[in-house]
């Protein structure tokens, strides 16, 4: 894209439409992003600069179930059933420390299916819940007045699936 200029002696000549962002030069139809800003799009318009915005939703969830963009601008929340780490204070024989301990988290499908008994129609239906499938036994230690320590063993879960729920559940 090209204007019209006069140069010092009122001469006409041709300039090509540019555009500078963070001292650097853009052509007309360029389109680039800010490392600094990932939500931010620019382009190079005759009128200048043009920017545009991506607007995000913003769901509530842990960092860790944070899904990210392609441009690490929005997420979604990875909701499926999973163990989720927490650490958790403990106090055991007046000793102290701190446990990395999972918990299975997250959304299980809702099953239901038609049944037909002694002549009558009716939905049955079955609630599945995020439940261990998995874990192994791991090691920690406290620490315990006069700066000795204690050994202890905690359950972590390493996987966690979809069943149906039971009651005690």
Known sequence: MTYNATDCCDMKICVEKTCEYNNRIYKVGDEWKDPSNTCSYYKCEK??????????????????????????????????????????????????????ITQCQGYCEFQSMMMYSAGVYEMDSK??????????????TLTCPGNTFKAVSYKYITSCSCEICTEDR
């Not at 059933?81 to 007046?94: A, G, K, L, S």
């Not at 609630?127 to 920690?140: G, H, M, S, T, V």
Request: net charge negative; charged share 30%; hydrophobic share 20%.
């Open 47 to 100: 009128s200048g600069i043009t920017i545009k915005e991506k607007v995000c939703q913003v769901p509530d969830c842990d960092e860790k179930l944070r899904i990210w963009d392609e441009d690490h601008c929005c997420y979604t929340c990875n909701r499926t059933c999973q163990p989720v780490e927490t650490t958790q204070p403990v106090i055991r024989d007046n000793c102290n420390g701190n446990l990395t």
């Open 127 to 140: 609630c599945k819940c995020c439940q261990e499938e998995d874990f192994e036994i791991r090691n920690a």
